[in-house]
């Protein structure tokens, strides 16, 4: 049961291209949002349709592989864990970040041309 005090598993689209980073270590980062969508009617009967949008980072080969391969659109299967951290603007003013970090990443959907 341990295994499942922090995991997040999702399935959504790419709102946009990975923007990545390689630090002075030579490991890179990717930075992207994923869009989960979910429809149902409400009390009235009408069609109710959400999204939610979820920030995620992925290290090392992950990175990698999300620089080489997602682009925006494509819909990825991701697991993860919840990321919370703190810092403050230039204003000073503090800021909270939740996100989520990818341990795991499945392509789906047609298989691109290139």
């Given at each position: 049961?341990?295994?499942?005090?922090?995991?997040?598993?999702?399935?959504?689209?790419?709102g946009n291209a990975p923007e990545v980073?390689?630090?002075?270590?030579?490991?890179?980062?990717?930075?992207?949002?994923?869009?989960?969508?979910?429809?149902?009617?409400?009390?009235?009967?009408?069609?109710?349709?959400?999204?939610?949008?979820?920030?995620?980072?992925?290290?090392?080969?992950?990175?990698?592989?999300?620089?080489?391969?997602?682009?925006?659109?494509?819909?990825?299967?991701?697991?993860?864990?919840?990321?919370?951290?703190?810092?403050?603007?230039?204003?000073?003013?503090?800021?909270?970040?939740?996100?989520?970090q990818v341990n795991e990443l499945l392509?789906?959907?047609a298989k691109n041309s290139d």
């Amino acid at each position: 049961m341990y295994a499942l005090n922090n995991k997040v598993q999702l399935i959504g689209n790419l709102g946009n291209a990975p923007e990545v980073k390689t630090l002075e270590s030579g490991k890179k980062m990717a930075r992207f949002s994923v869009a989960t969508s979910e429809n149902y009617r409400n009390a009235k009967g009408e069609k109710v349709s959400e999204t939610q949008w979820h920030n995620l980072v992925a290290w090392g080969k992950l990175a990698e592989i999300a620089e080489k391969y997602l682009t925006k659109g494509k819909e990825v299967a991701i697991e993860g864990k919840l990321i919370s951290r703190s810092y403050n603007d230039k204003e000073g003013n503090k800021k909270y970040i939740t996100e989520i970090q990818v341990n795991e990443l499945l392509m789906l959907g047609a298989k691109n041309s290139d």
